[in-house]
């Protein structure tokens, strides 16, 4: 069983940063993609960023230049860095590790952009 657990949400003032973790434990399936998606209150969920196990990424239009997307295979691990956050960003953001069959999501982070 994969769990998937989300980590870094929080309060931050406009044009502030935030780091997210995403840790997905795995016995024997291998972990292949891993990614944000976020979803604000009456809103459709939205991808944010997405990242292969060979590194390759792609990230909404919306967060380019301000979102990076990072991993560590040996530790199953996602990482989110957002920069010059706006309230635009407030939303729950949920990540997912994908193998070959199945795609696990966590239980969502909430992250709030205010002064």
């Known amino acids: 069983q994969v769990q998937v657990v989300e980590s870094g949400g929080g309060l931050v003032q406009p044009g502030g940063s935030l780091r997210l973790s995403c840790a997905a434990s795995?016995?024997?399936?291998?972990?292949?993609?891993m990614g944000w998606y976020r979803q604000a209150p009456g809103k459709q969920r939205e991808l944010v960023a997405v990242?292969?196990?060979?590194?390759?990424?792609n990230y909404a239009d919306s967060v380019k230049g301000r979102c990076t997307i990072s991993r560590d295979n040996a530790k199953n691990t996602v990482y989110l860095q957002m920069t010059s956050l706006t309230p635009e960003d407030t939303s729950v953001y949920s990540c997912?590790?994908?193998?070959?069959?199945?795609?696990?999501w966590g239980q969502g982070t909430q992250v709030a952009v205010s002064s």
């Open positions: 990242i292969t196990s060979g590194g390759s990424t």
């Open positions: 795995a016995s024997i399936p291998t972990i292949h993609n």
């Open positions: 997912h590790a994908d193998t070959v069959s199945t795609r696990y």
